[in-house]
C-alpha cells in the first residue's frame, strides 16, 4: 500500500509577498508569516473528484483486509478450534508461525488483488488539485505507514461492510472494531514501526488525528479517528461546537485601521516568536484584533477558527476539556486557533485564564489569545506579544466617512461622533450596520448616538448607574476660585484633540492621558453635585459606579469587573463616579494576612489602569487623607471643596428654596446661616423638609417651617443640640 500513499515530503510554502506599511522589509514580512504556519497554494479537486479518490483508497483498506483473512485462513488462525488432535491445535499452531498451506489459493487471489488495485492507483493518481489526504499531509508531516494506518483505522466509519471484515479478522467479539494489533495484520506490516507511529508524540497521536478511546492496555485499545478528520476526508464541513466561529478576512493588511506603527511592531514580534507560534493580541474591544489576525492569517491561505471562552463548560475541569478539545478541533480543520473571552471567564476562584495557560501551553499548534491591554498574556512559556492602541480622532473620523459612504448613509456631523466616541474601527463598522436599514434620506447621527450609548450603557449599567437629574451651574454656590477650576476642568474635555494632536502633546504623554479629578470635602458640601453640572455642561452620560457590584470576594473578580467600567468609560461620551472613593482607592497596607495581600492587589491593578486610562472619571471622598498618595500623583485634578462660611451658607438658603414656593411672611436666611453651620446639602435637605411641613398644614412657608425642619435634621443625626454644626 505503499506505493498509494500520497506524497510525504512537502515542500516548503514559498514566501507571500504582501503590501503593508513601506518601511517593512519584504523579508520581514515572509519571516512574520511563516509563525502562521501557510499552506500552499494548490488547487483543490471537484468534491466527486476527491470522494472517488478517497473511495480507491478505502477499497484498498477493504482489499488488504479480505488478504489479511485470507492469510489467517491459510495459516488456520481462523478456523475451528475442534480441528485436529488437541483443541485449537491448528491456531496455536499459526501463531507460532509453524502453520500454513491450508488456503493458497484464496491468498494467491487476495494478494493479486492487491496489487492489482495498487497498480490501478499508482497509474491513475492525478497531481492536479490538493485531496483532503494530501492536506492532512502537508499540515501535519505524515509518513507514508501514518496515512495507511488512518486510513484502516478510518475506512469502518466510512464503509460499514469494511466493520464486518474487520470483526471476522479480529475472531474475538470482546474486541473493539479498531485496535492496534488488527491494523498490524491488515496493513501486514513490523509491529514495531506501528507501535512507533501510535506513540503519544507522533503525529496521529499528538495532533489527535486518532484517538485511544478504551482503557485496555496495547495493542488493544480502542483506535478511533476524529470525527473532523472523518468530514474532512469526506469533504464536509466539520462540526467544530457551538464555541467555535470561523472567521475569514475582510481586508487586506494595507486596509487596516490601525495606528501608525502597528503592524511593523506586529510583524517584527511574529518574527520572534517561537515555534509553534505563542500569540497574544491585546487591546480594548473594537480595536480589530481579530480583524488584523485574520488579514495575516489570509497571507498564509489560513481562516482564524476563534474559539469563544464564554461558551465552554462553567465548570473548572470541564472548561479545561472543553477549551483542550476546540483548539485540537480548530487545527484539525485547517484553521489558525483563536481563543477569545478568557478574562470574562470566572469560575469561583478560578479565572478563564489561570485555567486556560497550561491547555495552551500543552497545545502541539501554533495559538493566540486576545484579551485586554491591561492583561498579560496567560502562557507559561516564551510568546509574542502585538499590543493595538485605540486610534487617534483623525484617523476615526476617516474611518466614520468610510463606513458611512460604503454603507451609502451620511451624518451631519461625523467629527462631532470622531471626538465625542473614542471607539475602535470595529465599533464604528457594528453602529454603521446597525443604522444601515434606516432612511437613506436623512442623516443617521442620531440612530448611531443611540446605538453607542445604548452598547456602552448595556455594559456599565451591569455595575454603575446612570444620574438622570443633573444640576445646571445656577445651582452651585460655591467660592471663585473653585468655579474657576471646574471651568478649567470643562475645559480640557473641550480641548483634548487640539492639545494631544494637533500640539503632539500626546506624543509625549506614554501614560495618564485621561482626566480623573478627586473632589474632596466634608459631607454635603457639592461634591456630587458639581459631578452632575459638569455632566451636563458637556452633555455626557454620568453613571455613579455602585460599589457592591463592584467589590467581590473571588480573587480577581473585583479587577475584572473595573476593567469593564473603565473599558465603557473610555470610548467616551460617559464620566465616571467613584462615590465615596477612599473604600476602594484607600492606602495600601503593610502585608500580615492574604486579605492585605489581596486588597493591596486591587490597588496596584487600579493604578496601573489610571496610567493607561483615557476617559473622564470622577472621585469623591469626605477623606482625602485616606486616598493613598500614589494615585494622588496621578490625578488630573485635586478640588477641596470648603465648608459654606455664612455667607455662602445665606446663598445656599436662597438657592434651594424656588420662587414659586409660596411664603408667608420675609425669611431671615442670614439668621438661620449665623445660627446654623449647614453644609449644602443638609441645607437642601432642610428646604425640602420644610416645604412638606408647609403643605401638610396647607400654610405658605414660614419661618418656623424652616427651623423646625433644621431640628429634625440634628434629631436624625443624634444631635441634641440645634445650634452649631451636624458634622
Known amino acids: 500500500m505503499a506505493s498509494e500513499a500520497p506524497i510525504a515530503d512537502v515542500e516548503p510554502a514559498p514566501p507571500i509577498p504582501i503590501a503593508v506599511e513601506n518601511d517593512i522589509p519584504p523579508t520581514s514580512t515572509a519571516s512574520a508569516i511563516a509563525a502562521f504556519e501557510p499552506r500552499r497554494n494548490h ?11 478517497l473511495d480507491q483508497r478505502i477499497r484498498s483498506v477493504r482489499l488488504r483486509a479480505v488478504r489479511a483473512i485470507a492469510a489467517a485462513w491459510n495459516t488456520r488462525r481462523l478456523g475451528y478450534g475442534d480441528e485436529g488432535a488437541h483443541p485449537f491445535e491448528h491456531e496455536v499452531a499459526a501463531l507460532a508461525g509453524s502453520n500454513s498451506g491450508f488456503a493458497t489459493d484464496y491468498l494467491a487471489v487476495s494478494q493479486r488483488a492487491v496489487s492489482d488495485h495498487a497498480a490501478e492507483l499508482a497509474a491513475s493518481r492525478s497531481t492536479e488539485g490538493l485531496t483532503p489526504i494530501d492536506a492532512l499531509v502537508e ?138 507560534a505563542r500569540l497574544a493580541v491585546r487591546g480594548r474591544a473594537g480595536t480589530g484584533r481579530r480583524t488584523l489576525l485574520a488579514s495575516l492569517a489570509a497571507q498564509a491561505r489560513r481562516a482564524l477558527g476563534v474559539i469563544d471562552a464564554t461558551v465552554l463548560p462553567r465548570e473548572a475541569a470541564r472548561f479545561a476539556e472543553a477549551l483542550r ?34 491547555v495552551l501551553s500543552m497545545h502541539p499548534g501554533a495559538v493566540v489569545v486576545t484579551c485586554p491591554h491591561t492583561t498579560n498574556p496567560p502562557f507559561t512559556g516564551r510568546c509574542a506579544v502585538i499590543d493595538l492602541p485605540m486610534i487617534s480622532e483623525t484617523r476615526r473620523l476617516d474611518v466614520w466617512q468610510r463606513a458611512l459612504s460604503g454603507a451609502g448613509r451620511w451624518a451631519r456631523d461625523p467629527s462631532s461622533l470622531a471626538a465625542r466616541y473614542r471607539v475602535g474601527p470595529g465599533v464604528i463598522r ?24 445604548e452598547s456602552r450603557g448595556h455594559v456599565l449599567g451591569q455595575h454603575a448607574s446612570r444620574v438622570e437629574r443633573l444640576a445646571t451651574w445656577n445651582d452651585l454656590v460655591l467660592p471663585l476660585d473653585i468655579m474657576d477650576s471646574l471651568r478649567e476642568l470643562v475645559g480640557r474635555v473641550r480641548h483634548r484633540r487640539t492639545v494631544f494632536e494637533d500640539w ?58 473595573l476593567s ?23 492606602r495600601r497596607t503593610e502585608v500580615r494576612s492574604s486579605n492585605d495581600r489581596y486588597a493591596n492587589l486591587e490597588v496596584n491593578y487600579l493604578l496601573q ?57 420675609e425669611l431671615t436666611f442670614d439668621a438661620l446661616a449665623r445660627k446654623y453651620q449647614l453644609s449644602g446639602g443638609y441645607i437642601r435637605n432642610a428646604c425640602l423638609r420644610a416645604a412638606f411641613l408647609a403643605a401638610q398644614e396647607e400654610k405658605p412657608l414660614q419661618q418656623e417651617h424652616l427651623e423646625r425642619a433644621i431640628a429634625l435634621e440634628f434629631a436624625e443625626q443624634g444631635k441634641l443640640s440645634t445650634t452649631g454644626s451636624i458634622a
Request: aromatic share 6%.
Open 139 to 276: 499540515e501535519f508531516g505524515l509518513s507514508v505507514l501514518a496515512v495507511d494506518m488512518l486510513l484502516v483505522i478510518a475506512a469502518p466509519a466510512i464503509d460499514g461492510n469494511i466493520a464486518r471484515l474487520y470483526s471476522i479478522l479480529a475472531n474475538d467479539p470482546s474486541r473493539s472494531v479498531v485496535d492496534e494489533l488488527l491494523v498490524e495484520h491488515v496493513l501486514d506490516a513490523n509491529n514495531h514501526e506501528i507501535a512507533t507511529e501510535l506513540h503519544a508524540h507522533s503525529p496521529l497521536l499528538r495532533f489527535g488525528l486518532v484517538h485511544p478511546r478504551t482503557s485496555r492496555a496495547r495493542p488493544f485499545t480502542s483506535l478511533e479517528v476524529d470525527p473532523v478528520v472523518l468530514a474532512r476526508l469526506r469533504c464536509e464541513t466539520p462540526h467544530l461546537g457551538a464555541a467555535v466561529a470561523t472567521r475569514v478576512a475582510d481586508r487586506e493588511l494595507a486596509d487596516l485601521d490601525v495606528a501608525p506603527g502597528v503592524l511593523a511592531s506586529a510583524l517584527d514580534a511574529l518574527t520572534r516568536t517561537p515555534r509553534p
Open 325 to 358: 478539545d476546540a483548539l485540537r478541533r480548530v487545527q484539525l480543520a485547517g484553521m489558525f486557533p483563536v481563543v477569545h473571552g478568557l478574562e470574562d471567564v470566572v469560575l469561583g476562584e478560578q479565572t478563564g485564564t489561570d485555567l486556560a495557560r497550561d
Open 504 to 561: 503632539g502633546m500626546g506624543d509625549k504623554m506614554a501614560t495618564s492621558r485621561g482626566l480623573t479629578a478627586l473632589f474632596q470635602g466634608q459631607p454635603g458640601t457639592g461634591k456630587t453635585l458639581v459631578a452632575g453640572v459638569i455632566a451636563r455642561e458637556l452633555g455626557l452620560d454620568l453613571y455613579q459606579v455602585d460599589l457592591s457590584k463592584v467589590m467581590s470576594k473571588w480573587i480577581g473578580e473585583t479587577e475584572r469587573n
Open 43 to 53: 488547487a483543490t479537486p471537484p468534491r466527486g473528484d476527491a470522494l472517488t479518490a
Open 430 to 453: 457594528r453602529a454603521v450596520t446597525a443604522v444601515a436599514a434606516d432612511d437613506t434620506g436623512i442623516p443617521c447621527d442620531d440612530a448611531l448616538e443611540t446605538y453607542l450609548r
Open 609 to 665: 489602569r489610571l496610567d493607561s486610562f483615557d476617559g473622564f472619571a470622577i472621585l469623591t471622598t469626605n477623606s482625602g487623607g485616606s486616598i493613598d498618595p500614589a494615585f494622588k500623583r496621578r490625578l488630573s485634578f485635586q478640588l477641596s471643596f470648603p465648608f459654606p462660611d455664612e455667607e455662602t451658607r445665606a446663598s445656599l438658603w436662597r438657592a434651594h428654596l424656588p420662587p414659586k414656593l409660596p411664603r408667608a411672611t
Open 564 to 586: 469593564k467600567i473603565f473599558d465603557a468609560a473610555d470610548d467616551g461620551q460617559a464620566i465616571l463616579l467613584f462615590d465615596e472613593a477612599d473604600s476602594l482607592f484607600a
